[in-house]
């Protein structure tokens, strides 16, 4: 499990992040999710709101990769990880709701939490790409 340092979660607080997604045929599926936030030093959080593809590919193989970057800083995290759980009747779901209601959001169907295995800079320059914190994927150490 990798953790999160203070720059990451604020930049998690202040920016859009990106939520992605693997199909059974392992198709790719990418899109925003506006209500991404931190819910502790090695899990993430959002609020399902649409029941559609991520939270499809998201039960048929628990595997996410979150993106969060500060265009203007050019610096940037990609957060990956597995599903740790669908919170839809417990504290973790009250809290989504409130979170919600406080912000004029849409329902949520669930929160979803989400468990940090690896941590990847998205800088510009030459350490694009390069784990922060985690366990390395087989592809991590691809040479050019």
């Given amino acids: ?5 203070q720059a990451m979660k604020d930049m998690i607080g202040a920016q859009l992040s990106f939520l992605s997604t693997v199909d059974e045929a392992g198709n790719p599926q990418v899109g925003p999710k506006g209500t991404m936030r931190v819910l502790d030093d090695t899990h993430l959080i959002y609020n399902e709101q649409t029941g559609k593809q991520a939270w499809h590919n998201l039960h048929e193989n628990g595997k996410a990769a979150v993106a969060t970057v500060d265009h203007a800083a050019l610096k940037g995290f990609r957060f990956e990880g597995t599903v740790e759980g669908f919170h839809d009747n417990d504290q973790i779901y009250e809290d989504a709701k409130a979170y919600a209601a406080e912000r004029h959001l849409p329902a949520v169907i669930a929160a979803v939490v ?7 800079m998205l800088d510009a320059g030459p350490h694009a790409g390069d784990i922060v914190e985690g366990d390395p994927k087989p592809t991590d150490h691809f040479t050019h």
């Fill in 114 to 120: 989400i468990s940090i295995d690896r941590i990847y």
């Fill in 1 to 5: 499990m990798a953790t999160l340092t």
